[in-house]
C-alpha cells in the first residue's frame, strides 16, 4: 500500500497500531501500513545487502579456477553459489516492499545504490579465500545474527536462513587456514600477509563509528537494527583475536590490548578517510566490480527475455484452452 506522509485522522491511527507493534517487539509484515521512511530505510538497507552478497561472488568467484584441489574447489563453488541465494532470498524480501529486482539491479549497475565496501579490495592470493571466510564472513555473522530478530518479518526470516549457511562459511574459511598455517612456511607467510591486508577493511564492514552514522538511531527506534556499529565492531573484535592466536597469526594493530576494566579488548582506529574513499566509489577493485556486474547482466538479457518468450507462449495457451462460460 502507497501511503503519504500526509497525517490524516484514520492514518494516525495506522501510525499508533505501527508504534505498538514495534513496542510489543512484534514482526511487521509486508501487507500491514508502515510509515514511508521506514519502507525506505529497509530498501536501502536490503538492496545494498543483496547487492554485496551477488557482488561479494566476485573475489571469490575468481579463485574457482585456481583452487589447488577438488575438495578446495567444490567448497569454493558452493560457497559462491551460497551468495547467489542468499542474494536471492534478499531481492525477494525487497520486493515484499513494492521495489522490483530489475529497478534494483540497474541502480547497482548504475552505482545508484551501495555494496559493502569490502567487496572492493581485491583478492591477490589463495589465502584471501580463508581470510575471507574467517574475517568477512566472521564479521558478517556478528551483523547479521542480530538482523534475524528485525523488525521486517521478511528480512527477518531471510536473516535466519543466510545466517546458518554464513557459518558453515566462516568454518570452511578458518579449517583452510588451519591446513595453511600447518603446511609450509611460505604457505604461513601467505596467511599472514593476507590477514594484514583484510583486518582493516573488515572492521569497516560495521559502518562508520557511532557519532558519524546517520542513520543508526532512527534503524535503532524501529528495531530494524538492534545493536550500533561500534558495538558489533567490538563483539567482532573480541570474537577474532583468540582464533588470531590459534591459528598463530598476528592482527596488525600495535594497539590492540585487552582491557580487563572493560572486559573487552581495545583497539586502534580505522582508516575512516579510506573508508569514505571505498565507499564513494574510489576503492581499489570498484569500477572492475561493477563493470563486471554490468556486463554480466547485459549477457544475461536473452536469457530474461527467452524466459518471458516462454512464459507469454504458456499464458497464451492457457487461455486458449479456456472453455468459455
Ligand atoms: N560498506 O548510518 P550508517 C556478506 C553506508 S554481505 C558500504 O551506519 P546503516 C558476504 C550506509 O549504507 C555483507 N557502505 O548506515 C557476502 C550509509 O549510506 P547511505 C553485507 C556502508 O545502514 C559475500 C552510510 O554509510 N552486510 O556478508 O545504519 C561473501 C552511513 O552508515 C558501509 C549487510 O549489508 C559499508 N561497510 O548501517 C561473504 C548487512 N557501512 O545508505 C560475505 C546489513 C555503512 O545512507 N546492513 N555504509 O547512502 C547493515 O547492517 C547496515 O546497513 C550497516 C550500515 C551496518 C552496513
Given at each position: 500500500m502507497t501511503v503519504t506522509e500526509d497525517r490524516t485522522g484514520p492514518e494516525l491511527d495506522l501510525e499508533a497500531g505501527f508504534d505498538r507493534t514495534i513496542g510489543a517487539d512484534q514482526r511487521v509484515e509486508p501487507r500491514d501500513w508502515m510509515p514511508e521512511a521506514y519502507r525506505k530505510t529497509l530498501i536501502r538497507q536490503i538492496a545494498q545487502h543483496a547487492h554485496s552478497e551477488i557482488i561479494g561472488m566476485?573475489?571469490?568467484?575468481?579463485?574457482?579456477?585456481?583452487?589447488?584441489?577438488?575438495?578446495?574447489?567444490?567448497?569454493?563453488?558452493?560457497?559462491?553459489?551460497?551468495?547467489?541465494?542468499?542474494?536471492?532470498?534478499?531481492?525477494?524480501?525487497?520486493?515484499?516492499?513494492?521495489?522490483?529486482?530489475e529497478e534494483l539491479t540497474e541502480k547497482l549497475i548504475s552505482s545508484k545504490q551501495k555494496y559493502s565496501s569490502i567487496f572492493n579490495y581485491p583478492t591477490l592470493s589463495y589465502a584471501d579465500i580463508g581470510v575471507i571466510g574467517w574475517l568477512v564472513d566472521g564479521a558478517?555473522?556478528?551483523?547479521?545474527?542480530?538482523?534475524?530478530?528485525?523488525?521486517?518479518?521478511?528480512?527477518a526470516r531471510a536473516m535466519v536462513r543466510?545466517?546458518?549457511?554464513?557459518?558453515?562459511?566462516?568454518r570452511q574459511g578458518f579449517e583452510l587456514l588451519l591446513a595453511m598455517v600447518n603446511g609450509t612456511d611460505a604457505q604461513k607467510a601467505m596467511v599472514q600477509e593476507s590477514v594484514d591486508r583484510w583486518w582493516w577493511p573488515s572492521?569497516?564492514?560495521?559502518?562508520?563509528?557511532?557519532?558519524?552514522?546517520?542513520?543508526?538511531?532512527?534503524?535503532?527506534?524501529?528495531?530494524?537494527?538492534?545493536?550500533?556499529?561500534?558495538?558489533?565492531?567490538?563483539?567482532?573484535?573480541?570474537?577474532?583475536?583468540?582464533?588470531?592466536?590459534?591459528?598463530?597469526?598476528?592482527?596488525?594493530?600495535?594497539?590492540?590490548?585487552?582491557?580487563?576494566?572493560?572486559?573487552?579488548?581495545?583497539?586502534?582506529?580505522?582508516?575512516?578517510?579510506?573508508?569514505?574513499?571505498v565507499i564513494a566509489?574510489?576503492?581499489?577493485?570498484?569500477?572492475?566490480?561493477v563493470a563486471h556486474r554490468r556486463r554480466a547482466h547485459e549477457n544475461g538479457a536473452w536469457v530474461r527475455e527467452a524466459a518471458q518468450a516462454y512464459a507469454d507462449k504458456q499464458a497464451a495457451r492457457a487461455r486458449e484452452q479456456e472453455v468459455p462460460a
Open positions: 566476485q573475489p571469490e568467484g575468481n579463485w574457482i579456477l585456481r583452487a589447488p584441489s577438488l575438495r578446495r574447489k567444490a567448497i569454493l563453488l558452493a560457497k559462491v553459489q551460497d551468495e547467489a541465494g542468499h542474494g536471492m532470498y534478499l531481492y525477494a524480501a525487497a520486493e515484499t516492499l513494492g521495489v522490483d529486482r558478517a555473522i556478528c551483523n547479521q545474527v542480530p538482523l534475524c530478530r528485525c523488525s521486517y518479518g521478511p528480512y543466510i545466517c546458518k549457511e554464513e557459518s558453515f562459511h566462516q572492521l569497516m564492514m560495521f559502518g562508520p563509528p557511532d557519532d558519524d552514522s546517520p542513520n543508526s538511531a532512527q534503524s535503532m527506534a524501529w528495531g530494524i537494527k538492534r545493536h550500533t556499529n561500534d558495538e558489533l565492531r567490538q563483539r567482532f573484535v573480541d570474537m577474532s583475536v583468540p582464533q588470531a592466536a590459534a591459528l598463530g597469526v598476528t592482527l596488525p594493530d600495535p594497539e590492540l590490548v585487552w582491557n580487563e576494566d572493560r572486559k573487552s579488548h581495545d583497539y586502534g582506529e580505522p582508516d575512516w578517510a579510506e573508508f569514505k574513499a566509489g574510489s576503492g581499489p577493485a570498484n569500477a572492475q566490480r
